[in-house]
């Protein structure tokens, strides 16, 4: 027998010993040559698991149980494994699959092949070299399987997977099981130290039924609608201005007025931008609450007038007069570096975003943080059902990690997998608790955002420097980012070695 293939089928027998008396069959998943798998059944163990452990350091080995193989699942089984924890790994493909995936292997790239920007002067960009530090199998992965595209990171997604897919499932400590959970309670995640939900944001009906009742109903959201983040710096305050409706003293909002040119011309546009095209279980997602900017202006010219844009309460101090219309952009963190367009979520492309909104006034050359969108995508409201370990408040020893928690995007959410791998990983091996990072650094930020609780809805959000503490001082517009930059690479050197933690 192909060794590879015994050693998988050595691991599952160990890993469904692990209480799964009278389980059904089970499915493993091993590559043998490029862009072929092969799928076998395994004749489960009936043997239930007596309490007997491996040793780890004059320590019982620890054992945890994953549900999810997309990057937030796979980082964190590879720090796990890493750390000397058996992992087994449930993926529900390819028995079944979500609506957003169409492949076999781990860690789908389901929309664009891009990790964006390189370099310390954008935080995704610190948000790489971090991982990378730590040890990051998906960044790992990326830079194996990179393809050409200017200043960011992309990949052939097909090779990333495969490269993943490949080290998961040759790693000794890791067991992959091609099986669906759909209960939090369901016996295969019973007799393990820990249970780690890395579902990705579109969960099962059924898993994210059993995770409502654990956190709440209204703990739990089914639609993103981002509006769009612009950076302070990036603002023209000779034409934005400060005050809430009616309350021109007050700093809460900042303020863009059109007149009435300005506001029909920039209707056109949004009427005649190029949209996503949203997949087929994502058609319900235009409701009432969070129609698309650009499906309000269809309903009629003077609708976005009458609606978020409305100029009721305003006098433009440039003028004395009430503008024609207005848009509102509303901070976004303490310090005030970033502001979000206020009723701006939006099906536009990213580039036409960019394009239409920059027609705002005060906006000519704007920076946006993070752009909008609306699409499904299950997440918790993090800063309340989870503590500081990304653990459930309700269901001890049940963590979350990747875009459930609320962050957004690829790297986001394999960052947080890692950040849990690594943290967990210290506590079951039984080192001391790893501290967090400052906030000041990427990975910080990010897991700062989960912990923070916002003045309204919890939103997911990807990293950016808008989640960091502002500079102290004044600095050019021009060196801003670098000053981030660089103030973030010293506070995650100081970091590493504090946690006594590095690549190798």
């Not at 009742?213 to 201005?241: E, M, N, Q, T």
């Not at 309903?299 to 609606?307: K, P, S, V, Y």
Request: with cysteine; aromatic share 8%.
């Amino acid at each position: 027998m192909h060794k590879g293939k015994a050693d998988v089928i050595h691991r599952l027998g160990n890993a469904l010993g692990r209480g799964k008396a009278g389980c059904q069959p089970a499915y493993v998943q091993q590559r043998f040559c490029h862009n072929e798998f092969h799928w076998f059944a395994v004749k489960p163990s009936y043997t239930a698991y007596c309490g007997e452990r491996k040793r780890y350091r004059g320590n019982e080995m620890a054992n945890v149980v994953i549900v999810g193989g997309g990057l937030a699942g796979c980082d964190c089984a590879w720090q796990l494994a890493r750390a000397g924890v058996e992992v087994t790994l449930y993926e529900m493909k390819p028995g079944k699959r979500s609506e957003a995936h169409t492949e076999d292997g781990l860690a789908e790239l389901v929309c664009s092949n891009s990790f964006r920007a390189t370099g310390a002067a954008a935080a995704i960009g610190l948000l790489k070299e971090e991982m990378e530090t730590l040890g990051s199998l998906v960044m790992e992965a990326a830079f194996a399987t990179r393809v050409p595209a200017g200043g960011a990171l992309a990949v052939d997604r097909t090779l990333f997977s495969e490269y993943i897919t490949q080290k998961i499932e040759d790693h000794e400590k890791i067991t992959v099981i091609h099986e669906e959970i759909t209960s939090l309670d369901e016996d295969a995640l019973k007799g393990f130290d820990a249970v780690v939900i890395a579902a990705g944001p579109l969960a099962s009906a059924e898993l994210t039924e059993s995770l409502m009742a654990a956190v709440g109903d209204a703990r739990l959201y089914f639609y993103d609608a981002i509006a769009p983040i612009v950076s302070r710096d990036s603002i023209d305050f000779d034409k934005a201005f400060w005050g809430s409706r009616w309350k021109p003293e007050d700093d809460d909002y900042l303020n863009c007025p059109m007149s009435e040119d300005e506001y029909k011309a920039f209707v056109t546009a949004l009427l005649e931008g190029e949209k996503v095209k949203p997949r087929d279980f994502e058609k319900e997602v235009h409701f009432e609450a969070c129609l698309p900017v650009e499906a309000m202006a269809e309903r009629g010219e003077m609708t976005l007038a009458f609606g978020p844009l409305k100029p009721v309460g305003f006098v433009d101090p440039r003028t004395g007069e009430r503008p024609f219309a207005i848009v509102q952009l509303r901070t976004e963190n303490a310090d005030k570096t970033a502001f979000n367009l206020v009723g701006f979520q939006t099906k536009l492309k990213y580039p036409e975003q960019k394009r239409i909104f920059r027609m705002i006034p005060g906006l000519e050359n704007a920076e946006f943080l993070r752009l909008g969108s609306i699409h499904r995508n299950t997440y918790v409201n993090a800063p309340e059902v989870l503590d500081d370990t990304l653990q459930l408040k309700a269901r001890p020893g049940v963590y979350l990690a990747g875009q459930i928690t609320g962050v957004e995007g690829y790297l986001e959410s394999a960052a947080c997998g890692l950040w849990l791998g690594l943290s967990l990983g210290r506590k079951l091996t039984g080192l001391e608790r790893l501290p967090e990072p400052s906030v000041e650094t990427a990975l910080g930020a990010l897991m700062g955002h989960l912990r923070t609780k916002p003045d309204k809805r919890f939103q997911p959000s990807n990293v950016n420097f808008g989640l960091m503490p502002g500079l102290e001082g004044r600095i050019k517009k021009k060196f801003r980012k670098e000053m981030y930059g660089k103030r973030a690479q010293e506070a995650f050197a100081a970091w590493i070695e504090a946690a006594s933690l590095s690549k190798e």
